[in-house]
């Protein structure tokens, strides 16, 4: 089992002063002992320079939750990965079921985020998710297969090896519901078999599961085979919500030589 990646990513909430307590409230869990975990917090861009300055020097990584698929110019309101990057973020969200649903984000626009994101030094975290129509019509698999190969085809293979898989059920999300232990053990697999498929490699890449984990079903469905962390929503908003999922993730066993972030 390798080592987990919690990451929380806080959509479009926040204030500096509720950010602050929180930022501080997870610093200070990872200083304890029993860190054999990554976590990172993907907050809105306006406040990546809070959370720069809260967590610089900390166990804890920062990032965002979108970035623009140009390099620069004439694209306002967008942001680019290499300003991000001057933040010295970690993480940057990609292809989030709410900006493809919401933004129109197509399967080619996300592989070239994800690119962008790498050139600029940041880590991807690729997410990937079916509908609940989708689902119910046994399209699960080739609905992920074909986001996850999108990604792929638009970057090397050395890249493909730096980046994160979350796989988010959209029906999942904000809904509190969840995708079963077998469920999401399953979705998981299948996404690691087009890994395999495509370069034996990417075996060891994390994917995260990301459809409503809290602290009552953090323990079960992270310590399944291949689920290597969670992208958390709602629970990351909440300091205690979203140590306890970290201390769930701490209790496991993991391999520290495996790392990112």
């Known amino acids: 089992m390798q080592r987990k990646l919690i990451l929380?990513?806080?959509?479009?909430?926040?204030?500096?002063?509720?950010?602050?307590?929180?930022?501080?409230?997870?610093?200070?869990?990872?200083?304890?002992?029993?860190?054999?975990?990554?976590?990172?917090?993907?907050?809105?861009?306006?406040?990546?320079?809070?959370?720069?300055?809260?967590?610089?020097?900390?166990?804890?990584?920062?990032?965002?939750?979108?970035?623009?698929?140009?390099?620069?110019?004439?694209?306002?309101?967008?942001?680019?990965?290499?300003?991000?990057a001057g933040f010295q973020a970690t993480f940057a969200i990609v292809g989030h079921s709410e900006r493809r649903a919401n933004h129109g984000e197509t399967a080619l626009v996300v592989g070239e985020k994800a690119r962008q994101a790498l050139v600029a030094g940041l880590v991807p975290v690729v997410c990937v998710g079916e509908t609940l129509a989708e689902r119910e019509a046994g399209a699960t698999d080739a609905v992920v297969r074909a986001q996850l190969a999108a990604v792929l085809e638009a970057i090397s293979v050395d890249d493909a090896?730096?980046?994160?898989?979350?796989?988010?059920?959209?029906?999942?999300?904000?809904?509190?519901?969840?995708?079963?232990?077998?469920?999401?053990?399953?979705?998981?697999?299948?996404?690691?078999?087009?890994?395999?498929?495509?370069?034996?490699?990417?075996?060891?890449?994390r994917i995260l599961y990301g459809g409503s984990i809290k602290p009552d079903n953090a323990s079960a469905l992270l310590d399944c085979d291949g689920i290597d962390g969670g992208l958390i929503g709602g629970a990351s908003l909440k300091s205690a919500d979203f140590i306890s999922i970290i201390e769930a993730a701490a209790s496991l066993h993991a391999d520290d030589s495996l790392h990112v972030g």
């Not at 950010?19 to 976590?39: K, P, Q």
């Not at 999942?172 to 087009?194: F, K, M, N, P, Y």
């Open 161 to 205: 090896k730096k980046i994160v898989i979350a796989y988010e059920p959209v029906w999942a999300i904000g809904t509190g519901r969840s995708a079963s232990v077998d469920e999401a053990q399953a979705t998981h697999a299948g996404l690691r078999s087009v890994l395999r498929e495509y370069d034996a490699g990417l075996d060891k890449l």
């Open 8 to 84: 929380g990513n806080w959509k479009m909430h926040g204030s500096t002063e509720s950010n602050a307590a929180l930022l501080a409230a997870i610093r200070e869990r990872m200083s304890r002992e029993n860190t054999n975990v990554d976590v990172g917090v993907c907050v809105p861009a306006i406040f990546v320079e809070q959370a720069r300055s809260a967590l610089q020097g900390s166990a804890v990584a920062w990032g965002v939750q979108d970035v623009s698929a140009h390099v620069q110019g004439a694209f306002t309101g967008e942001i680019s990965a290499a300003m991000v």
